[in-house]
């Protein structure tokens, strides 16, 4: 049992998917695991003591995240941003990403830990299913103005073909017959709106 008390955090920091940046009270990276790397395409190395602001840094510019980052500082309060983008080599990334303080007692200076996990497939995946979505939706609002179609139109046929019958009058039947091919022109085009169920 002794054995496991001995791994170094980093170890398992470093097997987490989950991207993990720790910033000291300069703002400045003083920590990232693999997954962090991976997804800011740059090194523990190169990283260590840039700024923060240059991975976290947003394109709009509406959220205001140094103020953040010190406040989580100076209260001790977390906080959460969803679907925040950041720019990674000039591509934008969708992320969420929790800041909270990491302060591991007097030894230590208190430290920010920053949770960040890239949701563009999420995204990706919401916006397909709202798509198929809206589809069915308008194939079944389709399918009901051509089912509503027809029951006029099937009236319509049979009126007109009583009134050819009734008038008995050649001069009629050329209006007659416009009109009853032009019924079945468009019950054809209904059916063709139904799909092939129908």
Known sequence: ????????????????????????SNLDIFYLNSSCEALFDISLLRASGLPVINLLQTPDDTFNTEEALLNTFKTGQPYTRREAIVSVNFKDIHVDYTVSELNSGKSYHPLLIIEINPIDRMLKISKEENFIQQHQVARQLIRGVAHEIKNPLAGIRGAT????RSLNDPQYAEFTDIIINEVDRLRNLADIMLGSRQ
Do not use: F, G, S
């Open 1 to 24: 049992m002794e054995q496991y008390t001995e791994i170094d955090y980093r170890l398992l920091v470093d097997h987490l998917t989950t991207a993990i940046l720790l910033v000291d």
């Open 161 to 164: 073909q009583l009134l050819a």
